[in-house]
């Protein structure tokens, strides 16, 4: 959408070198989603019938024959081939060959005093090839959406004095090991009921272990592996993971438990996505908290070369085609209607479906984060802190919008003892105030939206069979405009777990040379809990989930799932409220008045609802997959 004509400063050099992505199409892609449907639903006659990465190629994917074709034509143009698959062929060249092979010249463009290129036309498939072709990506300058972690690191590195505010409130950072363990005196009164509690302390694995019913199983995963996909790679990941599982009393990797896939001579655009410094908190995220929660699960981190669609579908292919795990943990997103990009191309979404569709037929489940910025509207972005300011419209994030993965929400949970007993959990949705130098005031006053869930109704999506009869008609028929749908729609999340900010979880890393721990919360903490999650069940089981959905919700009609609602709608009560109090940090008062389970316009209802899915997983989800023949329980 910046690529306009008063902005287009002519064409770039003649030998001026480029990258490109050339998406392929599946042989039979209606074919590929129906067998995928068909391994993954209980009530098909094919239910687990999981075939091979060699059989899914050669019954829908593209012969030999036309990958050498496509391959044939760019080739002719004098573009040299990067990296070649079934999925996608990249490839390089001068701005000349570019042109010549995908007839349009590239030009340079003016975007408020930066220098971006793209092709001044559309690109152009020779018909011998363009039924091979789903569509080209990388020809121009990503200046807008691109993935990006749904993490957010939270103040606690902490150093202060022990004295009083004004207020009653202390300067040295508090928390409470419990919900309510602690009390501030010195929050505001008539804004809440009673006094407010101090945040709890961010969580360990064991904890988590406790509050989801996973230690009441004794399941730990065993058997099974799952895949982290971020950008980049952290050098000190392994050490990092297993210092902070023995400084918390779980058990280091074992020889060859985890394994990394990851190519840093390759790694591109490390400006535009922050690099491997910029990825390093997601990446200790997701590789301790899979570990934490299924303790004996193999985990292979993959490391994209970028934060680029074209990047992060080749380590999702990468993933499938050698079959490196039975579940794929993604935390990271984008939206799909922005006001720099415009909406994300056909092609790519369709790139990244093939691959979910093969992994289901292969066994391979994908979860993928919700996002933090609850309805990603621009009333939302304007104060929240992990949104995209370019969104165009209210709006759900992809690729957790896909019919072909889990959608993995939010919830901020609360405990009832320092073991990690369940208390409750409410949405994912917080509003926030911050206490003067003084402590004596709160701005603003009520807070704003500064943190929330992802979820909504999706715009691109039609329902998929697993909704149909158990998501409200109001919602798979309302888009987030607040248009009515003559189609039902696909509804995120699926389900939910802990990711609010101020229910954070303790994450370990070394930077700087020096080891450190601190608190993170968002649905990037969600996201690896489910996956591990799903290890877990997958241990009980014995053999492969495969693409998890459909499973999910026949075991909500069973009641194996907690039904998450907001804690304030049920009991009629002012917001669930705590004070989180980090001392003071480089010289500056750093106390937080949060409330909780106010996710934009997403609501946490009974049953199912947009804001957390079905709900979330408890002891007797995990021991259903000990169950013989669980499905009778349904009629099915």
């Not at 790139?351 to 289901?360: M, W």
């Not at 316009?601 to 947009?610: H, M, P, R, V």
Request: a negative charge; aromatic letters at 10%.
């Amino acid at each position: 959408m910046w690529a306009t004509r008063a902005a287009d400063q002519g064409t770039v050099s003649s030998a001026d070198h480029f990258t490109g992505t050339v998406y392929l199409a599946a042989r039979d892609q209606a074919g590929l989603a129906a067998y995928a449907q068909a391994v993954s639903d209980p009530t098909s006659a094919q239910y687990r019938k999981f075939q091979s990465a060699d059989w899914v190629r050669t019954s829908f994917g593209p012969t030999d024959a036309a990958v050498a074709q496509v391959k044939s034509w760019l080739t002719g143009a004098g573009l040299s081939i990067v990296t070649s698959t079934w999925h996608a062929v990249t490839v390089s060249g001068t701005s000349a060959q570019m042109a010549k092979a995908f007839g349009t010249q590239i030009h340079k463009y003016d975007v408020q005093g930066q220098e971006a290129h793209a092709p001044a036309n559309d690109v152009v498939i020779p018909a011998a090839v363009a039924s091979y072709v789903l569509g080209v990506d990388g020809l121009s300058t990503q200046l807008g959406s691109h993935a990006k972690p749904d993490s957010v690191k939270v103040n606690d590195n902490v150093t202060a004095s022990g004295s009083k505010t004004g207020g009653g409130l202390p300067t040295k950072a508090t928390c409470s090991d419990y919900w309510g363990q602690k009390k501030a005196t010195g929050a505001p009164t008539g804004y809440v009921k009673g006094a407010v509690p101090f945040d709890q302390c961010s969580f360990v694995p064991s904890q988590l272990r406790k509050a989801y019913g996973i230690t009441a199983t004794g399941l730990t995963g065993k058997g099974a592996t799952v895949a982290i996909v971020d950008a980049y790679a952290s050098s000190s990941m392994l050490a990092d993971a297993n210092h902070f599982a023995t400084a918390h009393g779980d058990k280091a990797f074992r020889k060859g438990q985890y394994t990394e896939v990851v190519t840093p001579s390759q790694w591109t655009q490390q400006s535009a996505c922050g690099g491997a410094a910029g990825w390093q908190g997601e990446e200790s995220l997701d590789v301790e908290m899979v570990h934490g929660l299924a303790p004996d699960a193999h985990v292979v981190y993959v490391g994209a070369n970028s934060c680029m669609d074209a990047d992060l579908t080749a380590a999702l292919a990468n993933i499938v085609d050698h079959h490196l795990a039975d579940v794929v943990s993604n935390s990271w997103s984008e939206i799909m209607h922005t006001t720099d990009q415009g909406d994300m191309a056909k092609a790519q979404i369709a790139a990244y479906e093939q691959i979910f569709e093969q992994g289901a037929i292969q066994g391979i489940g994908f979860d993928f984060s919700a996002g933090d910025c609850g309805d990603q509207s621009a009333t939302a972005a304007a104060t929240g802190a992990n949104c995209q300011t370019d969104t165009a419209r209210a709006q759900v994030g992809f690729p957790s919008s896909s019919n072909w993965v889990t959608d993995v929400g939010g919830t901020a949970l609360g405990v009832k003892d320092k073991s990690g007993s369940y208390g409750f959990e409410t949405d994912m949705g917080t509003h926030r105030s911050a206490l003067s130098a003084d402590g004596k005031s709160w701005t603003p006053f009520p807070g704003n939206f500064y943190f929330g869930g992802g979820g909504g109704t999706s715009e691109d999506f039609p329902q998929p069979f697993y909704q149909k009869h158990v998501v409200p008609y109001a919602l798979s028929h309302t888009l987030m405009t607040g248009a009515h749908s003559k189609t039902a729609q696909r509804v995120t999340p699926d389900v939910a777990m802990n990711g609010d900010l101020y229910t954070s979880v303790l994450v370990g890393m070394t930077s700087g040379g020096a080891y450190s721990e601190g608190g993170y919360g968002g649905t990037s903490v969600s996201a690896p809990l489910f996956s591990a999650v799903q290890a877990d069940a997958i241990q009980a089981q014995g053999q492969a989930i495969g693409f998890a959905n459909p499973e999910i919700y026949l075991r909500d009609r069973l009641g194996l799932f907690k039904d998450v609602v907001n804690q304030a709608a049920v009991h009629h009560q002012a917001p669930l409220s705590s004070v989180a109090d980090f001392g003071v940090i480089s010289g500056s008062l750093r106390v937080r008045l949060v409330t909780f389970g106010q996710d934009t316009s997403l609501q946490a209802t009974k049953g199912y609802d947009d804001a957390t899915g079905v709900g979330s997983p408890t002891a007797n989800y995990l021991r259903s997959f000990l169950w013989k023949n669980w499905a009778a329980g349904l009629g099915q």
